[in-house]
């Protein structure tokens, strides 16, 4: 199936600081179909720059398969062969994108609005770390965000920084549905670990357990404060990537 699939990931650099996992992301992809964007000097300006730079990739024909995993790299693992993904994609969703959820709404200026939406478990918020489907689904949707009209980050008059944040990007451009999307309610694809306690996870068996949930996420997407809480360690040990 690595032919029908390409793994696609912004990377500016390679992170320093200790709670991050870069070389566990790259075994636990054990050699799949990939391609790292933003490597070269001044294409990262930012989070916003994250659905650019993905936007310039597809309509340079840079992925060449039907179907794509955009995802994080710094914060993310796959817990088995990235195919699963694509398996649990056929298998358990009707839609041409999935993207993941989380507990918090961040930032929370619509949630409100995804509340309304009747969420399945507690993962009740958009989350961009991990985005599985359809390349030319993908692209509808980065053409109706209006990227062009997106600023980089930018220094206020003042001094300050004004950071633009994709996954708000991502939270409105669902609430719009320019395409069909669905939210991973039950982290079939993965497992976003922000707010999320160690007891909330099964490690009893080969695979780790979300007990809410009761299904074996595809991957681990430790975000905010799964990052230093004590998650990372376990999880990594337990997939043996650490």
Known sequence: MSDVFTIVTVCNRVPTEPYYCLDAFIRSMQGSNHIVLGTQPYEYTGLGSKPKLLYKAIKAGLIKTKYLIFCDCWDLVFTGKPEKILQ???????SPLVI???KNCFPSD?????????????????????IVGEVDAMLAVL???DLENVPDDYRN????MTHINDQFL????FLKQPVKMVLDYKQL???TLHEVKIGELDFSG????????????CAFHMNGSAKTDGLREPILKHLNLL
Do not use: H, W
Request: net charge negative; aromatic share 14%; charged share 25%.
């Open 88 to 94: 649990n994609y056929f298998n358990c969703f009707v």
């Open 100 to 102: 993941s959820s989380e």
């Open 170 to 173: 991502y939270q409105q451009i």
């Open 189 to 191: 694809l993965c497992n």
């Open 143 to 145: 053409e109706a965000m």
């Open 110 to 130: 619509l949630k409100e609005q995804y509340d309304a939406l009747n969420p399945k478990t507690s993962y009740a918020y958009l989350n961009s770390g991990m």
């Open 157 to 160: 008059e003042d001094g300050s």
């Open 206 to 217: 080969e695979m780790i357990r979300n007990k809410e949930t009761n299904e074996y996420p």
